[in-house]
């Protein structure tokens, strides 16, 4: 049979009562009702997700992940002021990568976004590694770990390179220890503190089917890709014209030269490897200067020119043909 029929005072139609089960439905009151403009605008949430655009080259699908938890969380914040219920959502995550892929940055952009929806009180991030946390004697490791997460309550606790909390090899490891109080507090503290763990994908894949609590108890895990060469360019242009610098045509070409050769050799770091190189070449251009006679203009002292990329250790093991200077 169907729903049972009740008459609506007034003369109405009969329509179907409501099912005994049914959650109630607040009666909702018009003033008390908000866009997702509203919340955004409220927040200031929006103005981090621009900035994060604005500010990462690259990443594409990271900034649509991030987007993807910002809806997620202005949409909960609105069935809340509507009286809707909306349990807590679980927020830890997982940032896997390669190094120099961006992954502490977009962390501190989390932290503010959470902070400014409201779902952590302070909005700051504590980051650590193995070190911070695992103790080297008996008794040394719980202060420790206890200490690390009682500065992160409130906002975010980034644990770099995870999966050296757990070492199977070692018996006399303390870092099971610091393993089950992360667990304890991720799954009681969760609505005052979220946990992003980060590193190698493979080693973190490693690191979950050892640990299954950890990923039980993390709902995002996001990939970071290796940066493209044009966006390891767009990035190094980026950390020049932060310090009052540019390259030369010539300088550009040479450093386009540098990131081919450079990303073919061990150890390559992304945007960490293009920062240092950038110092480096700063070195050559200073010692340049620093010798010369005479006067030395401005434009000189801002621009990076080819002889201070082309002065790298990275063109020599490459073709001649490559280590000359670009012709203008």
Known sequence: M?????????????????????PAVPAMDPSSMRTVNQVLAQSQAGAVMDELERDLIGLAPVKARIRDIAALLVIDKLRM??????????????????????????????????HRLGYVRKGHMVAVTRDDLVGQYIGHTAPKTKEVVKKAMGGVLFIDEAYYLYRPENERDYGQEAIEILLQVMENQREDLVVILAGY??????????????????????????????????????????QHYKFSPEGASAFESYIAARRRQPLFSNARSIRNALDRARLRHANRYFEQEGPVLIDDLMTIDAIDVLGSRVFDSEPSSEAKAPQS
Request: glycine share 10%.
């Open 81 to 114: 002021n509507l009286g809707l219920q909306a349990q807590a959502p679980s927020l830890h995550m997982s940032f896997t990568g390669n190094p120099g892929t961006g992954k502490t940055t977009v962390a501190m952009r989390m932290a503010e976004i959470l």
């Open 2 to 22: 169907g729903a049972p029929m009740y008459t609506i005072p007034g003369g109405a139609q009969p329509a179907a009562a409501p099912a005994a089960d049914a």
């Open 201 to 242: 994908a493979s080693r973190m894949d490693q690191f979950f089917r050892s640990n299954p609590g950890f990923r039980s108890r993390i709902a995002h895990h996001i990939d970071f890709p290796d940066y493209a060469d044009g966006e390891l360019m767009s990035i190094a242009q980026t950390m020049l014209a932060a």
